[in-house]
Protein backbone atom coordinates (compact mmCIF):
# COMPACT_ATOMS: atom_id res chain seq x y z
CA UNK A 1 0.00 0.00 0.00
CA UNK A 2 1.15 3.33 -0.84
CA UNK A 3 1.23 5.77 1.60
CA UNK A 4 -0.36 9.52 0.19
CA UNK A 5 0.06 12.62 1.77
CA UNK A 6 -2.19 14.08 4.33
CA UNK A 7 -1.80 16.68 6.76
CA UNK A 8 -1.07 15.64 10.22
CA UNK A 9 -2.70 17.53 13.56
CA UNK A 10 0.19 19.71 15.18
CA UNK A 11 1.89 17.42 17.87
CA UNK A 12 1.89 18.40 21.47
CA UNK A 13 5.25 19.84 21.61
CA UNK A 14 6.01 23.55 22.68
CA UNK A 15 8.81 25.98 21.46
CA UNK A 16 11.23 26.69 24.04
CA UNK A 17 9.58 28.93 26.42
CA UNK A 18 10.86 32.02 28.02
CA UNK A 19 11.23 30.54 31.48
CA UNK A 20 13.47 27.89 29.75
CA UNK A 21 15.57 30.42 28.13
CA UNK A 22 15.96 32.25 31.72
CA UNK A 23 17.28 28.70 32.84
CA UNK A 24 19.79 28.42 30.11
CA UNK A 25 21.26 31.96 31.43
CA UNK A 26 21.01 30.95 35.21
CA UNK A 27 22.80 27.61 34.37
CA UNK A 28 25.50 29.28 32.72
CA UNK A 29 26.08 31.55 35.71
CA UNK A 30 25.94 29.04 38.32
CA UNK A 31 28.72 26.66 35.96
CA UNK A 32 31.03 30.09 36.02
CA UNK A 33 30.50 30.47 39.72
CA UNK A 34 31.46 27.29 40.49
CA UNK A 35 34.51 27.11 38.08
CA UNK A 36 35.75 30.08 39.37
CA UNK A 37 35.09 28.69 42.95
CA UNK A 38 37.43 25.91 41.98
CA UNK A 39 40.07 28.50 40.58
CA UNK A 40 39.80 30.93 43.85
CA UNK A 41 40.80 27.30 45.78
CA UNK A 42 43.44 26.46 43.85
CA UNK A 43 45.08 29.34 43.25
CA UNK A 44 44.63 31.13 47.02
CA UNK A 45 42.73 34.36 45.55
CA UNK A 46 39.94 35.70 45.54
CA UNK A 47 36.39 34.34 45.16
CA UNK A 48 34.08 36.21 42.31
CA UNK A 49 30.86 37.07 44.86
CA UNK A 50 33.15 37.34 47.41
CA UNK A 51 34.74 40.07 45.68
CA UNK A 52 31.65 41.87 44.35
CA UNK A 53 30.45 41.69 48.16
CA UNK A 54 33.20 43.17 49.62
CA UNK A 55 33.83 45.84 47.25
CA UNK A 56 29.94 46.34 47.36
CA UNK A 57 30.48 46.79 51.42
CA UNK A 58 33.05 49.08 50.57
CA UNK A 59 31.22 51.60 48.45
CA UNK A 60 28.09 51.39 50.52
CA UNK A 61 27.33 55.04 51.75
CA UNK A 62 27.43 55.24 55.37
CA UNK A 63 23.72 55.60 56.30
CA UNK A 64 22.93 52.30 53.91
CA UNK A 65 25.56 50.38 56.57
CA UNK A 66 24.23 51.80 59.47
CA UNK A 67 20.90 50.81 58.24
CA UNK A 68 22.09 47.10 57.50
CA UNK A 69 23.52 47.00 60.92
CA UNK A 70 20.64 48.18 62.73
CA UNK A 71 18.14 46.24 60.57
CA UNK A 72 20.21 42.68 59.98
CA UNK A 73 22.65 43.27 63.03
CA UNK A 74 25.29 40.40 62.73
CA UNK A 75 23.16 38.79 59.91
CA UNK A 76 23.96 41.61 57.56
CA UNK A 77 26.82 40.00 55.57
CA UNK A 78 24.80 37.07 55.23
CA UNK A 79 21.61 39.35 53.88
CA UNK A 80 24.44 40.95 51.73
CA UNK A 81 25.14 37.35 49.97
CA UNK A 82 21.76 36.60 49.31
CA UNK A 83 20.74 39.73 47.67
CA UNK A 84 23.77 39.44 45.78
CA UNK A 85 22.76 36.03 44.50
CA UNK A 86 19.61 37.52 44.03
CA UNK A 87 20.78 40.17 41.31
CA UNK A 88 23.21 37.55 39.62
CA UNK A 89 20.18 35.64 39.39
CA UNK A 90 18.20 37.76 37.23
CA UNK A 91 20.95 39.00 35.49
CA UNK A 92 22.04 36.00 34.23
CA UNK A 93 18.30 35.14 33.24
CA UNK A 94 18.06 38.27 31.20
CA UNK A 95 21.07 37.09 29.33
CA UNK A 96 19.03 33.88 28.94
CA UNK A 97 16.44 35.61 27.38
CA UNK A 98 18.67 37.58 25.04
CA UNK A 99 20.18 34.46 24.37
CA UNK A 100 17.03 33.26 22.01
CA UNK A 101 17.98 36.06 19.20
CA UNK A 102 21.36 37.30 20.45
CA UNK A 103 24.13 34.65 20.86
CA UNK A 104 26.82 37.16 20.94
CA UNK A 105 25.16 39.87 22.71
CA UNK A 106 24.38 37.34 25.89
CA UNK A 107 27.75 36.15 25.92
CA UNK A 108 29.25 39.49 26.17
CA UNK A 109 26.66 40.35 29.16
CA UNK A 110 28.21 37.03 31.25
CA UNK A 111 31.41 37.99 30.24
CA UNK A 112 30.70 41.59 31.48
CA UNK A 113 29.72 40.55 35.16
CA UNK A 114 32.98 38.70 35.19
CA UNK A 115 35.19 41.49 34.55
CA UNK A 116 33.07 43.76 37.32
CA UNK A 117 34.12 40.76 39.35
CA UNK A 118 37.47 41.33 38.38
CA UNK A 119 37.76 44.65 38.57
CA UNK A 120 36.40 44.03 42.52
CA UNK A 121 38.79 41.98 43.07
CA UNK A 122 41.82 43.78 41.76
CA UNK A 123 40.71 46.65 43.35
CA UNK A 124 40.84 45.36 47.27
CA UNK A 125 43.17 46.48 49.52
CA UNK A 126 45.16 42.93 50.25
CA UNK A 127 44.68 42.16 46.95
CA UNK A 128 47.65 39.89 44.68
CA UNK A 129 48.53 39.14 40.68
CA UNK A 130 46.16 36.00 40.55
CA UNK A 131 43.35 37.50 42.65
CA UNK A 132 41.71 38.56 38.79
CA UNK A 133 41.96 35.18 37.65
CA UNK A 134 39.17 33.06 39.26
CA UNK A 135 36.52 36.03 37.63
CA UNK A 136 38.08 35.92 34.75
CA UNK A 137 37.56 31.97 34.55
CA UNK A 138 34.05 32.31 35.48
CA UNK A 139 33.28 34.66 32.67
CA UNK A 140 35.15 32.78 30.13
CA UNK A 141 32.93 29.19 31.35
CA UNK A 142 29.78 31.25 31.60
CA UNK A 143 30.20 32.24 27.73
CA UNK A 144 30.75 28.69 27.05
CA UNK A 145 28.06 26.95 28.77
CA UNK A 146 25.44 29.54 27.34
CA UNK A 147 26.64 29.30 23.51
CA UNK A 148 26.58 25.25 24.22
CA UNK A 149 22.83 25.06 26.20
CA UNK A 150 21.95 28.22 23.55
CA UNK A 151 23.08 25.59 20.93
CA UNK A 152 21.14 22.52 22.46
CA UNK A 153 17.88 25.13 23.42
CA UNK A 154 17.57 25.95 19.50
CA UNK A 155 17.92 23.01 18.22
CA UNK A 156 14.83 21.48 20.23
CA UNK A 157 13.20 24.72 19.37
CA UNK A 158 13.36 23.72 15.94
CA UNK A 159 12.60 20.26 15.78
CA UNK A 160 9.46 21.37 18.04
CA UNK A 161 8.63 23.70 15.16
CA UNK A 162 9.18 21.26 12.16
CA UNK A 163 6.77 18.70 13.96
CA UNK A 164 3.91 21.22 13.99
CA UNK A 165 4.66 21.95 10.41
CA UNK A 166 2.87 20.13 7.43
CA UNK A 167 4.43 16.77 6.69
CA UNK A 168 3.93 14.72 4.16
CA UNK A 169 3.73 11.22 5.39
CA UNK A 170 2.76 9.28 8.58
CA UNK A 171 6.59 8.11 8.68
CA UNK A 172 7.87 11.53 8.64
CA UNK A 173 5.10 12.97 11.44
CA UNK A 174 6.80 10.10 13.30
CA UNK A 175 10.31 11.14 12.87
CA UNK A 176 9.50 14.61 13.95
CA UNK A 177 8.57 13.58 17.10
CA UNK A 178 11.52 11.42 18.04
CA UNK A 179 13.62 14.35 16.72
CA UNK A 180 12.22 16.42 19.29
CA UNK A 181 12.39 14.25 21.99
CA UNK A 182 15.85 13.24 21.01
CA UNK A 183 16.28 17.37 21.30
CA UNK A 184 14.76 17.91 24.48
CA UNK A 185 16.72 14.64 26.26
CA UNK A 186 19.50 16.53 25.02
CA UNK A 187 19.07 19.84 26.45
CA UNK A 188 18.13 18.26 29.56
CA UNK A 189 21.31 16.33 29.90
CA UNK A 190 23.49 19.34 29.05
CA UNK A 191 21.52 21.13 31.43
CA UNK A 192 21.99 18.60 34.04
CA UNK A 193 25.52 17.60 33.32
CA UNK A 194 26.93 21.82 33.76
CA UNK A 195 24.30 22.05 36.48
CA UNK A 196 26.29 18.92 38.07
CA UNK A 197 29.66 19.95 37.18
CA UNK A 198 29.25 23.59 38.99
CA UNK A 199 27.73 22.13 41.91
CA UNK A 200 30.94 19.85 42.32
CA UNK A 201 33.30 22.59 41.18
CA UNK A 202 31.96 24.82 43.83
CA UNK A 203 31.98 22.69 46.55
CA UNK A 204 35.86 21.71 45.59
CA UNK A 205 36.54 24.95 45.57
CA UNK A 206 35.08 25.78 49.00
CA UNK A 207 36.74 22.82 50.66
CA UNK A 208 39.95 24.11 48.95
CA UNK A 209 39.56 27.49 50.21
CA UNK A 210 39.31 26.67 53.54
CA UNK A 211 42.25 23.90 53.49
CA UNK A 212 44.51 26.30 52.34
CA UNK A 213 44.33 28.10 55.38
CA UNK A 214 44.38 27.40 59.50
CA UNK A 215 41.54 25.49 60.29
CA UNK A 216 39.63 25.72 63.85
CA UNK A 217 41.72 22.33 64.47
CA UNK A 218 45.07 24.23 64.34
CA UNK A 219 43.75 26.78 66.46
CA UNK A 220 42.70 24.46 69.02
CA UNK A 221 46.19 22.92 68.86
CA UNK A 222 47.58 26.74 69.90
CA UNK A 223 48.62 26.02 73.52
CA UNK A 224 48.51 30.05 75.31
CA UNK A 225 51.68 30.95 77.29
CA UNK A 226 51.09 31.67 80.84
CA UNK A 227 50.56 35.54 81.98
CA UNK A 228 53.61 36.97 84.16
CA UNK A 229 51.16 37.79 86.74
CA UNK A 230 48.17 36.02 86.00
CA UNK A 231 44.56 38.03 87.33
CA UNK A 232 42.46 36.31 90.50
CA UNK A 233 39.83 34.60 89.51
CA UNK A 234 36.49 36.89 89.22
CA UNK A 235 34.58 37.04 92.35
CA UNK A 236 30.98 36.09 92.21
CA UNK A 237 29.58 39.62 93.45
CA UNK A 238 30.60 40.74 89.73
CA UNK A 239 27.08 39.32 89.33
CA UNK A 240 23.92 40.64 90.40
CA UNK A 241 22.16 37.08 90.79
CA UNK A 242 18.90 37.81 88.13
CA UNK A 243 17.85 35.41 86.57
CA UNK A 244 18.07 36.87 82.38
CA UNK A 245 20.09 39.75 83.43
CA UNK A 246 23.45 39.88 81.11
CA UNK A 247 26.60 37.87 83.00
CA UNK A 248 29.45 40.34 83.80
CA UNK A 249 32.08 37.59 81.30
CA UNK A 250 30.46 37.37 77.73
CA UNK A 251 30.85 33.61 76.52
CA UNK A 252 32.96 34.11 73.19
CA UNK A 253 30.06 32.28 70.87
CA UNK A 254 27.71 35.47 72.61
CA UNK A 255 30.29 37.77 71.71
CA UNK A 256 28.87 40.48 69.28
CA UNK A 257 30.90 40.41 65.80
CA UNK A 258 30.88 43.63 63.37
CA UNK A 259 33.22 44.04 61.02
CA UNK A 260 33.51 44.44 57.07
CA UNK A 261 35.03 40.80 56.19
CA UNK A 262 32.22 38.62 54.26
CA UNK A 263 34.14 35.37 54.84
CA UNK A 264 36.02 34.86 58.24
CA UNK A 265 39.97 35.19 57.63
CA UNK A 266 41.58 31.51 57.78
CA UNK A 267 45.02 33.08 58.66
CA UNK A 268 47.94 30.27 58.45
CA UNK A 269 49.56 30.82 62.43
CA UNK A 270 52.80 29.26 60.83
CA UNK A 271 53.60 31.70 58.19
CA UNK A 272 51.92 34.65 60.06
CA UNK A 273 53.66 37.76 60.77
CA UNK A 274 53.22 41.09 62.81
CA UNK A 275 54.91 43.93 61.12
CA UNK A 276 55.78 47.20 62.83
CA UNK A 277 57.08 50.12 61.19
CA UNK A 278 56.42 53.59 60.04
CA UNK A 279 57.74 56.76 61.78
CA UNK A 280 60.07 54.03 64.35
CA UNK A 281 63.91 53.35 64.71
CA UNK A 282 63.73 49.78 64.81
CA UNK A 283 61.08 48.32 62.43
CA UNK A 284 60.59 44.73 63.15
CA UNK A 285 59.01 41.71 61.91
CA UNK A 286 57.50 39.24 64.49
CA UNK A 287 56.28 35.46 64.02
CA UNK A 288 53.75 34.41 66.04
CA UNK A 289 55.84 32.16 67.87
CA UNK A 290 58.18 34.62 68.72
CA UNK A 291 54.99 36.85 69.79
CA UNK A 292 54.20 34.43 72.26
CA UNK A 293 57.49 34.03 73.70
CA UNK A 294 56.76 37.56 74.99
CA UNK A 295 56.08 37.91 78.61
CA UNK A 296 52.26 38.31 78.77
CA UNK A 297 49.53 40.08 80.57
CA UNK A 298 46.15 39.32 81.39
CA UNK A 299 43.19 42.03 81.18
CA UNK A 300 39.38 42.10 81.54
CA UNK A 301 38.02 44.51 78.80
CA UNK A 302 34.91 45.48 77.82
CA UNK A 303 34.53 46.41 73.57
CA UNK A 304 31.98 48.32 72.43
CA UNK A 305 30.67 49.29 68.56
CA UNK A 306 29.96 52.58 67.35
CA UNK A 307 26.99 51.57 65.94
CA UNK A 308 25.29 50.59 68.71
CA UNK A 309 22.02 51.96 69.39
CA UNK A 310 20.75 52.97 73.26
CA UNK A 311 19.80 49.92 74.67
CA UNK A 312 21.54 47.86 71.87
CA UNK A 313 23.85 44.60 72.17
CA UNK A 314 26.96 45.65 70.42
CA UNK A 315 28.87 45.38 73.19
CA UNK A 316 30.86 42.47 75.39
CA UNK A 317 33.58 41.59 78.00
CA UNK A 318 36.05 39.27 78.31
CA UNK A 319 39.50 38.67 79.74
CA UNK A 320 41.83 39.06 77.27
CA UNK A 321 45.44 37.55 77.18
CA UNK A 322 47.92 39.55 75.58
CA UNK A 323 51.50 41.61 74.76
CA UNK A 324 51.63 45.17 76.15
CA UNK A 325 51.12 46.92 73.18
CA UNK A 326 53.20 50.09 75.03
CA UNK A 327 55.97 47.01 75.04
CA UNK A 328 55.99 46.47 71.77
CA UNK A 329 56.01 49.99 70.90
CA UNK A 330 59.00 51.13 73.16
CA UNK A 331 61.06 47.93 71.37
CA UNK A 332 60.34 50.00 68.01
CA UNK A 333 61.34 53.34 68.95
CA UNK A 334 58.47 55.71 68.00
CA UNK A 335 59.09 58.84 66.59
CA UNK A 336 57.52 61.45 69.40
CA UNK A 337 55.82 63.14 66.15
CA UNK A 338 53.33 60.18 65.52
CA UNK A 339 49.96 60.37 66.96
CA UNK A 340 48.67 57.74 65.50
CA UNK A 341 48.93 53.78 65.36
CA UNK A 342 47.36 53.21 62.11
CA UNK A 343 46.70 49.08 61.84
CA UNK A 344 46.06 46.53 59.28
CA UNK A 345 43.64 43.55 59.13
CA UNK A 346 44.26 40.05 56.81
CA UNK A 347 41.46 40.99 55.01
CA UNK A 348 43.19 44.66 54.26
CA UNK A 349 40.83 46.69 56.42
CA UNK A 350 42.61 49.96 58.78
CA UNK A 351 42.09 51.52 61.95
CA UNK A 352 43.42 54.46 63.41
CA UNK A 353 44.10 54.27 66.84
CA UNK A 354 45.15 57.42 68.82
CA UNK A 355 49.03 57.31 69.88
CA UNK A 356 48.14 58.76 73.27
CA UNK A 357 45.49 56.30 74.05
CA UNK A 358 48.14 53.21 73.68
CA UNK A 359 51.03 54.70 75.38
CA UNK A 360 49.13 56.01 78.49
CA UNK A 361 49.27 53.49 80.76
CA UNK A 362 45.65 51.68 79.76
CA UNK A 363 45.96 48.24 79.00
CA UNK A 364 46.10 48.22 75.43
CA UNK A 365 47.17 44.60 74.37
CA UNK A 366 48.10 43.14 71.02
CA UNK A 367 45.56 39.59 72.47
CA UNK A 368 46.23 36.04 71.46
CA UNK A 369 43.32 34.79 73.91
CA UNK A 370 40.10 35.41 74.48
CA UNK A 371 38.61 33.90 78.26
CA UNK A 372 41.12 30.99 78.68
CA UNK A 373 41.16 30.18 74.39
CA UNK A 374 43.11 31.38 71.87
CA UNK A 375 41.16 33.99 70.07
CA UNK A 376 38.39 32.70 68.28
CA UNK A 377 38.41 32.83 64.53
CA UNK A 378 35.94 35.20 64.14
CA UNK A 379 37.14 37.14 67.05
CA UNK A 380 40.45 37.68 65.33
CA UNK A 381 43.00 34.89 65.64
CA UNK A 382 45.91 34.37 65.50
CA UNK A 383 45.85 38.35 66.95
CA UNK A 384 43.94 41.72 67.19
CA UNK A 385 44.31 44.93 69.40
CA UNK A 386 42.34 45.36 71.98
CA UNK A 387 42.52 48.91 73.34
CA UNK A 388 40.48 49.84 76.26
CA UNK A 389 38.29 52.96 76.37
CA UNK A 390 37.54 53.57 72.57
CA UNK A 391 35.32 52.14 70.08
CA UNK A 392 36.26 49.04 68.17
CA UNK A 393 36.91 51.02 64.96
CA UNK A 394 39.42 52.75 65.81
CA UNK A 395 40.79 50.42 68.49
CA UNK A 396 40.09 46.44 67.96
CA UNK A 397 41.86 45.76 64.60
CA UNK A 398 41.65 41.37 64.34
CA UNK A 399 43.37 39.39 62.02
CA UNK A 400 46.38 41.84 63.19
CA UNK A 401 49.14 42.06 60.37
CA UNK A 402 50.79 45.20 60.53
CA UNK A 403 50.90 48.39 62.86
CA UNK A 404 52.40 51.76 61.77
CA UNK A 405 53.50 55.27 63.58
CA UNK A 406 52.29 57.71 61.39
CA UNK A 407 49.80 60.78 62.05
CA UNK A 408 46.48 61.57 61.35
CA UNK A 409 47.26 64.27 58.97
CA UNK A 410 49.91 61.77 56.85
CA UNK A 411 46.96 58.49 56.87
CA UNK A 412 43.41 57.85 57.51
CA UNK A 413 41.56 54.39 58.11
CA UNK A 414 38.80 52.55 56.84
CA UNK A 415 36.00 54.10 58.77
CA UNK A 416 37.02 57.89 59.21
CA UNK A 417 37.38 58.00 55.81
CA UNK A 418 33.60 57.30 55.68
CA UNK A 419 32.99 60.00 58.42
CA UNK A 420 32.97 58.57 61.68
CA UNK A 421 35.01 60.68 64.16
CA UNK A 422 38.51 60.26 64.03
CA UNK A 423 38.92 60.04 67.73
CA UNK A 424 36.37 57.95 69.41
CA UNK A 425 35.82 57.80 72.99
CA UNK A 426 33.32 55.21 74.51
CA UNK A 427 30.39 57.46 76.11
CA UNK A 428 28.85 56.35 79.09
CA UNK A 429 25.84 54.04 78.57
CA UNK A 430 23.49 52.46 80.79
CA UNK A 431 21.35 49.41 79.63
CA UNK A 432 18.48 47.19 81.11
CA UNK A 433 17.98 43.96 80.74
CA UNK A 434 15.25 42.51 82.65
CA UNK A 435 12.11 43.19 82.29
CA UNK A 436 12.69 42.88 78.78
CA UNK A 437 10.24 46.08 76.51
CA UNK A 438 6.85 45.17 76.63
CA UNK A 439 7.06 42.43 79.27
CA UNK A 440 4.32 41.71 81.41
CA UNK A 441 5.42 41.06 84.78
CA UNK A 442 3.19 40.14 87.90
CA UNK A 443 2.60 42.68 90.80
CA UNK A 444 4.91 42.64 93.51
CA UNK A 445 8.62 42.42 94.19
CA UNK A 446 10.44 42.85 90.36
CA UNK A 447 14.36 42.96 89.72
CA UNK A 448 15.09 45.22 87.43
CA UNK A 449 19.02 44.85 86.37
CA UNK A 450 21.52 45.68 83.54
CA UNK A 451 24.87 46.65 83.07
CA UNK A 452 26.45 49.73 82.26
CA UNK A 453 29.95 50.94 80.78
CA UNK A 454 31.85 54.02 80.80
CA UNK A 455 35.50 52.11 79.45
CA UNK A 456 38.53 53.85 81.28
CA UNK A 457 36.44 56.33 83.03
CA UNK A 458 34.69 53.47 85.44
CA UNK A 459 31.23 53.89 86.83
CA UNK A 460 30.44 55.00 89.94
CA UNK A 461 26.74 54.84 89.85
CA UNK A 462 23.30 53.68 87.85
CA UNK A 463 19.89 55.27 88.63
CA UNK A 464 16.96 53.94 88.13
CA UNK A 465 13.80 56.36 87.19
CA UNK A 466 10.33 54.41 87.75
CA UNK A 467 7.95 56.48 85.68
CA UNK A 468 8.02 60.47 86.15
CA UNK A 469 9.26 59.65 89.87
CA UNK A 470 12.59 60.15 91.28
CA UNK A 471 16.26 58.71 89.85
CA UNK A 472 16.86 55.65 93.14
CA UNK A 473 20.70 54.47 93.34
CA UNK A 474 20.73 50.79 92.29
CA UNK A 475 22.85 48.66 93.86
CA UNK A 476 26.07 47.30 91.97
CA UNK A 477 27.77 44.36 91.15
CA UNK A 478 31.97 44.23 92.17
CA UNK A 479 34.22 45.33 89.52
CA UNK A 480 37.27 44.52 88.83
CA UNK A 481 38.84 47.45 86.82
CA UNK A 482 37.82 50.90 85.05
CA UNK A 483 37.69 49.37 82.02
CA UNK A 484 34.86 46.59 82.06
CA UNK A 485 31.02 47.58 82.40
CA UNK A 486 29.23 46.86 85.79
CA UNK A 487 26.45 44.81 86.64
CA UNK A 488 23.37 46.64 88.33
CA UNK A 489 20.19 45.80 89.80
CA UNK A 490 17.31 47.52 91.75
CA UNK A 491 14.20 45.93 93.55
CA UNK A 492 10.64 47.39 92.51
CA UNK A 493 7.84 47.30 93.93
CA UNK A 494 5.46 46.77 90.95
CA UNK A 495 1.97 48.46 91.03
CA UNK A 496 -0.46 47.36 88.87
CA UNK A 497 -0.88 48.90 85.29
CA UNK A 498 1.86 50.30 82.56
CA UNK A 499 5.18 51.74 83.75
CA UNK A 500 8.21 53.10 81.59
CA UNK A 501 11.72 52.27 83.41
CA UNK A 502 14.47 54.58 82.93
CA UNK A 503 17.99 54.05 83.66
CA UNK A 504 20.70 56.35 83.55
CA UNK A 505 24.80 55.72 84.71
CA UNK A 506 27.36 58.03 86.36
CA UNK A 507 30.92 57.81 85.80
CA UNK A 508 33.37 57.96 88.01
CA UNK A 509 34.20 61.89 86.96
CA UNK A 510 30.71 62.60 88.36
CA UNK A 511 29.57 62.87 85.03
CA UNK A 512 25.76 61.31 83.99
CA UNK A 513 24.89 60.02 81.38
CA UNK A 514 23.19 62.42 78.80
CA UNK A 515 19.87 62.35 78.17
CA UNK A 516 19.89 64.21 74.85
CA UNK A 517 19.16 61.46 72.00
CA UNK A 518 21.66 61.42 68.96
CA UNK A 519 22.21 58.40 66.39
CA UNK A 520 25.39 56.34 66.34
CA UNK A 521 27.03 57.85 63.47
CA UNK A 522 29.27 59.95 63.37
CA UNK A 523 30.96 59.30 67.27
CA UNK A 524 28.46 56.47 69.19
CA UNK A 525 24.71 57.27 69.70
CA UNK A 526 23.87 59.20 73.15
CA UNK A 527 20.72 58.85 75.02
CA UNK A 528 18.67 56.98 77.98
CA UNK A 529 17.71 53.52 77.58
CA UNK A 530 14.01 53.14 78.69
CA UNK A 531 11.26 49.91 78.36
CA UNK A 532 7.50 50.05 78.87
CA UNK A 533 6.29 47.23 80.96
CA UNK A 534 2.82 46.12 81.68
CA UNK A 535 2.38 44.96 85.48
CA UNK A 536 -1.04 42.51 85.94
Known sequence: MTATAFETAPARVRPTGSWQWAGVGVMSGAAGLGIGSLAAGLLGSGDPVLSVGAAAIDAAPTPLKEFAVSTFGTADKAVLLIGIAVVLTLLCAAAG??????????????????????????????????????????????????????????????????????????????????????????LLLTSVGIGAGAAVAGAVGGVLTTS???????????????????????????????????????????????????????????????????RVRNPVEISYADLTAMPMVEADVTLAC???????????????????????????????????????????????????????????????????????????????????????????????????????????????????????????????????ASARVPAGRVAVAGVAWAQHRGVAAV?????????????????????????????WDAATGQHTIRVRAIDDTGQPQTAQRSDPFPRGATGRHEVVVTVT
Open 97 to 186: LVARRHGTTAMGLVALLGVIAAIAAATRPSAGTLDVVPSLVAAITSMAAISVLRTAALAREGSAITTTTTVTTATTAGSGSTAVRADRRR
Open 306 to 436: VSNEVGGGYVGNSRWLGVPLADLLDRVGIDPGADQLFSTSADGWTCSTPMAAVRDGRNALVAVGMGGQPLPLQHGFPARLVVPGLYGYVSATKWLTSMEATTFAERSAYWTDRGWAERAPILTQARIDVPK
Open 463 to 491: EVQIDDGPWTRARMGSVPSIDTWRTWVLP
Open 212 to 278: RRATESAREAVRLPVPRQPLPALPATVDVGVSGATPFTTPPEDFYRIDTALVVPRVDVDTWTLRIGG
